[in-house]
Structures are given as structure tokens and as C-alpha cells.
């Protein structure tokens, strides 16, 4: 079996609220390889994206150790790039300045970055729009723009938190549509939050199904559908149906792996 590029051992973390300690994650372990597309999926508020910040360095862990290309994870890495829910895009510079931003503050000189920007505009289908600031774009051109900066950081490993999260149904489709379409192209470790079941099955190599808090892994699933996938076909709608109904598995029943 492929060595993992990340690996999470027993990952735990709690808050303190109101002088009582709240578990959040209770013990969760998972591999991922090295170009694998694996998604993390659940209910709102069950721990996605505090376990995806964990991962990024930008939470700590209560216990456990993360593991990221065969080293013990501190804190902020240098192989992992981000993409948030949110576009956190630099509301004073251009789309080009936003995509450099990571090879600029390398020292990487005017001439490569800005060609590796372009490179990873054009990719994500903003070609004309290097001038534009955020406040000019769409909230799916904004997305494309995250993405083409995280993936022109040169990152190993790329975060993705819900980024699709509120943007309309068309146009998330579409999103989806692009970021398969770029995941096939430019091969990374995508790690990816969401909710919406056919996003997950659409997407994934493989589905991470998380019970609410204190959160366990409930169940894994190896969806092996050839890309691009139709959403509409039978096999499809199946496993939808499947896997909604396995996000309610009691906790004392969680475990093991299928595949699909």
C-alpha cells in the first residue's frame, strides 16, 4: 500500500465553554495518499472543519499527532495550502496579485510568478480578469481565484473548507464541475469539507462520514464511479441514498470500511 502523505493517530480536541471542557473530536485516525481526493462529510456543526484546521496548523490538537509527509505536524506547513469557505482573497490587490501572492512573498522574481499565476488563471478560466479586484467579481469567480492561488503556492497538500458552501446551485455545479476538472489536471492531495451528499459522491476518491460531536468516524466509502460522474444515473442516486442514511448511524455502531 502507497505510503500516507498525511496521517492523523488518534486526533482529539476539546473547548473550554463556560468553565466546562465541550469534546469536539473523540479519537478519530485516517490515512490519506499521496493525489488521493477524500472528502469529509456530515452534518453541520459535527467537526469537519475544526478537524480540517487541525490538519492546516491553524487549530491545535487536544491529543493525538498529525503526520504529514512522514514527519510530526506542529503547526502551520509549508507543503499545505488553503482554500476557505469564505474567499479571504486581499480585497487591495488584483486577481494577479492575489494568485502571486504565495510565490511573491518566496522571493520567487516578477517575471516566474507572475507566469505561474497566469498559468493558474487561465486554468480556473479567468483569463481577462487579471485586473479586476474581488469587489468586481462574482462569488464563483472569487472561488476561482482561492483556488488558483492556493494551487500557485506550489502546495503538496490542498485544504478545502466547504468552499462551495454559498454560492447558488448553479453555479456550485459548475465549481464542482471546474474543480474535478482541475484536480484531474493538476494532481494534489485535496481534502475536502462539505454537507451536500452529491457534492461528496461527485467528488471524492473516497467519503470520510462523520457522526455529530463528539465526532468518530462512522463509516468510510471508496466511491469507484469513472469521472466525470453523472449525478443523475442509478448507481449514483443509490449511493446518495446510502450514504444520507448513513450519517445517522448511532455512535456504537460506527466503524469498519465499504466499497462501492
Excluded at 5 to 10: A, D, F, Q, R
Excluded at 71 to 85: A, E, L, N, T
Excluded at 114 to 130: H, N, P, W
Aim: aromatic share 8%; proline share 4%; with cysteine.
Amino acid at each position: 500500500m502507497e505510503r500516507a502523505v498525511i496521517s492523523l493517530k488518534n486526533i482529539r480536541k476539546s473547548f473550554e465553554v463556560n468553565n466546562k471542557e465541550v469534546q469536539i473530536i473523540d479519537g478519530i485516525s485516517l490515512d490519506v495518499t499521496k493525489n488521493e481526493f477524500v472528502v469529509l462529510f456530515g452534518a453541520g456543526q459535527c467537526g469537519k472543519t475544526t478537524l480540517l484546521k487541525m490538519i492546516a496548523g491553524l487549530e491545535s490538537i487536544t491529543a493525538g499527532v498529525i503526520v504529514i509527509d512522514g514527519k510530526p505536524s506542529d503547526g502551520f506547513h509549508d507543503k499545505v495550502g488553503m482554500v476557505y469557505q469564505t474567499t479571504a482573497l486581499f480585497p487591495w490587490l488584483t486577481v494577479m496579485g492575489n494568485v502571486e501572492f504565495g510565490p511573491k512573498s518566496r522571493g520567487i522574481s516578477k517575471a516566474e510568478r507572475r507566469k505561474k499565476a497566469q498559468y493558474y488563471i487561465d486554468l480556473v478560466g479567468l483569463s481577462g480578469f487579471e485586473k479586476h479586484y474581488p469587489v468586481k467579481l462574482s462569488g464563483g469567480m472569487c472561488q476561482r481565484v482561492g483556488i488558483a492561488r492556493a494551487y500557485c503556492d506550489d502546495p503538496e497538500i490542498i485544504l478545502m473548507d466547504e468552499p462551495f458552501g454559498h454560492l447558488d446551485a448553479q453555479t456550485r455545479y459548475m465549481m464542482e464541475e471546474e474543480i474535478e476538472k482541475i484536480w484531474a489536471k493538476e494532481k494534489r492531495t485535496v481534502i475536502f469539507v462539505t454537507n451536500n451528499v452529491e457534492e461528496a459522491i461527485y467528488l471524492a476518491d473516497r467519503i470520510i462520514i462523520m457522526t455529530e460531536c463528539p465526532a468518530v468516524i462512522a463509516r468510510e466509502v471508496v466511491v469507484n464511479l469513472p469521472r466525470p460522474r453523472d449525478m443523475t444515473g442509478d448507481y449514483f442516486l443509490a449511493l446518495r441514498e446510502e450514504i444520507s442514511a448513513l450519517v445517522d448511524i448511532p455512535r456504537e455502531n460506527t466503524g469498519g470500511a465499504d466499497e462501492e
